[in-house]
């Protein structure tokens, strides 16, 4: 099977910040957060059919490395909503010491409740998984890697040396990352490394017709936008953020009621995820509230996972100091 590679697989030289950031013109950050790419079988061939069983994609994430994935299309058992909160636990002082504030539910209560990561999560059967090969392979045997549980999550990027902030995140001066990545990987970065909480929803009410759809759509987002897209956490209109991009797709594929279509228009502050998905009728059960780090207990107690983490923590720490060695100089 041939490809119209429409540009390099392997990402040899970054691409630069867009006009209108503070950052234009400076390399983006792109060793780990970046879109995926199609593969384009025929240039009067739209990049996926109704037909189509399988795609393949270049950039795809998984045990800290880029690779060429086929992922099946027809192969989604369910989808589900996933989400954590950036800032801190909010505390108060006890005779007992620190004591954690919980909300009603049990969560911790946060200090800025409206700054939330929302992503998807797409399970996959276990007769059909997603393939993974060396990045830019051409010829497909045996792949390196299965997975059947992938996430895909919309995030903010910017250079070297910039981490996410409220203020670029407002202003448009970051740009957003359309990530595909292993469910695996997704909790070594966010659980292991970060020690976030994340939650999740109960598995949407889609039938597999709307499951291919969303899968379909968000793989499509991705490749349109590459990394040339400014992230804003908030406008009134063309908001660009990780809860506007997956409901966004949603509401395309829904057949909403009239009412459901009305509350469509609230969506655009990372506030709260649940009664977006709630107010649209796809919130399964309300009452329902996955913890994530209890699901992967095993693999993120596991010595190897372990030992990633202090070898990933000691790089990091490494190259920072030469980043900040250079910049002294």
């Not at 506030?271 to 329902?288: F, K, M």
Request: charged residues 25%; positive net charge; proline residues 6%.
């Amino acid at each position: 099977m041939s490809y119209q590679l429409e540009q390099s697989p392997v990402i040899e030289e970054a691409p630069l910040m867009p006009k209108g950031s503070r950052y234009a013109g400076q390399p983006i950050n792109v060793r780990a957060r970046c879109s995926i790419a199609i593969r384009h079988l025929a240039e009067d061939r739209p990049l996926i059919t109704e037909s189509d069983a399988h795609v393949t994609v270049d950039r795809f994430f998984h045990v800290g490395e880029y690779w060429t994935a086929v992922v099946p299309l027809n192969a989604v058992e369910c989808v589900t909503g996933q989400m954590f909160n950036f800032s801190q636990a909010r505390t108060r002082r006890t005779a007992n010491g620190v004591e954690v504030l919980k909300r009603k539910d049990g969560l911790p209560k946060r200090k800025m409740p409206f700054l939330n990561h929302v992503q998807s999560r797409f399970r996959l059967r276990k007769d059909q998984q997603v393939a993974l090969y060396p990045l830019g392979t051409l010829e497909f045997g045996e792949p390196v890697h299965r997975v059947r549980d992938i996430v895909c999550s919309f995030e903010a990027v910017g250079p070297n040396n910039v981490r996410f902030n409220v203020r670029d995140a407002i202003a448009g001066h970051l740009v957003s990352a359309h990530r595909f990545m292993s469910t695996e990987e997704m909790v070594f970065e966010r659980i292991v490394v970060e020690g976030k909480l994340l939650t999740e929803s109960a598995p949407l009410p889609l039938n597999e017709e709307q499951r291919r759809a969303v899968l379909v759509a968000s793989l499509l987002r991705s490749h349109e936008a590459g990394m040339s897209q400014r992230y804003f956490l908030f406008r009134p209109f063309g908001t660009n953020n990780c809860t506007s991009n997956p409901f966004h797709i949603l509401d395309r594929i829904m057949p909403y009621t009239r009412l459901q279509r009305f509350w469509t228009f609230f969506h655009r502050l990372p506030v709260h995820p649940r009664l977006y998905l709630r107010l649209r009728g796809l919130d399964a059960d309300p009452s329902h509230r996955g913890i994530v780090h209890e699901e992967f207990a095993d693999y993120i107690q596991h010595p190897e996972t372990q030992a990633r983490k202090r070898e990933y923590v000691r790089t990091r720490k490494v190259e920072r100091a030469a980043r900040s060695e250079v910049e002294r100089s």
